[in-house]
């Protein structure tokens, strides 16, 4: 890992998504800080052709395939930020870029991604993390994010606080949660409602807002998820219920998830990630979810 007091400088995104911008923007200001993106071969031609526009403004981003990596300097940090099913092939794109010493920050949704990247990097520290607040709108190579949100990482703080350094400095919103695992679990539970109600009914969080029908089937999501989540010794679980209803009741009317975004545009969805992880922590425990199993059946 990092020595203590040495600043990140060599970055590297994985995944230039409507997540992994929004970090990405703001450190592409950053003086002395060198950003590139990871892909494979044919998005790499794409990107180079097509470019990424963030809020209507073309970035300067480099980006590099896996036959060029061996050519770039290590990585200090990985940032992962792909959806959930690709994760484990895209991070053979990096491994030329990666060494023992590089740290990974993973921004993807669901509860395992670091346990994936450890199993694809053991030995590397690996961090936890999450972006919360406002989505993202992705519409081909264009990205447009209204600003309103916040990463949460958590980890061991000789790692993290390199990390949090760097945010910092490039002005990126950063929270150091207590308790890693109620954070993640409490945008878990807030993800298996919303995204998925949204996903299975094709609404818009106005569309939400206004159905009676929607919003019990989204609570019916949530009570399944924190059912699971007590089995995990998750506590306080019956307040992220009240928290995300709050959430999602205060939301803009017309923004869209991730994942109803992806229904609406024909892309693999997260769903396995949602309900196919709530469905095989209750298949572990004996735990009634079939509110989760309707979703599971009719996304995949």
């Given amino acids: ?25 703001k450190l592409l200001g950053v003086p002395d800080v060198s950003l590139r993106c990871a892909a494979d071969a044919v998005r790499v031609k794409r990107y180079r052709r097509d470019g990424i526009y963030f809020n209507g ?8 395939s896996p036959d060029e990596a061996d050519k770039l300097p290590k990585a200090d940090l990985v940032i992962a930020a792909t959806k959930v099913p690709d994760l484990s092939d895209a991070l053979d794109n990096i491994r030329g870029v990666a060494d023992r010493k590089t740290i990974f920050l993973p921004l993807l949704n669901g509860i395992n991604a670091h346990e994936i990247i450890a199993g694809k990097f053991p030995g590397n520290p690996v961090l936890r993390g ?4 406002h989505a993202s709108v ?42 890693m695992d109620q954070a993640v679990w409490k945008k878990f539970i ?12 094709k609404a818009d969080y106005a569309a939400v807002q206004n159905s009676p029908e929607i919003l019990e089937f989204c609570r019916e999501l949530m009570l399944e998820a924190a059912a699971c989540a007590r089995a995990q010794m998750i506590t306080d679980t019956e307040k992220m219920i009240d928290d995300a ?9 017309n923004v869209k998830t991730s994942m109803l975004q992806d229904v609406l545009a024909g892309r693999r969805t997260e769903v396995d990630a949602f309900a196919g992880t ?9 735990i009634p979810v079939p509110a989760n199993e309707l979703v599971l059946e009719k996304i995949s």
């Fill in 138 to 179: 992705r519409e081909g190579n264009q990205i447009r994010h209204d600003g309103v949100g916040t990463f949460y990482c958590g980890g061991e703080p000789e790692v993290l606080a390199p990390v949090q350094e760097l945010f910092l400095r490039a002005g990126v919103n950063i929270s150091i949660p207590e308790n």
């Fill in 130 to 133: 999450f972006f919360l607040g």
């Fill in 57 to 64: 403004e073309l970035l300067d981003l480099e980006f590099f």
């Fill in 1 to 25: 890992m990092q020595p203590a007091g040495e600043k990140l400088t060599e970055i590297v995104l994985l995944g230039a998504g409507a997540v992994g911008i929004l970090p990405a923007a």
């Fill in 190 to 201: 807030l993800n298996v409602g919303i995204n998925q109600a949204q996903a299975f009914f």
């Fill in 278 to 286: 709530i469905c095989r922590i209750a298949r572990k425990y004996d």
């Fill in 245 to 253: 209803m709050q959430v999602i009741l205060s939301m803009p009317g």
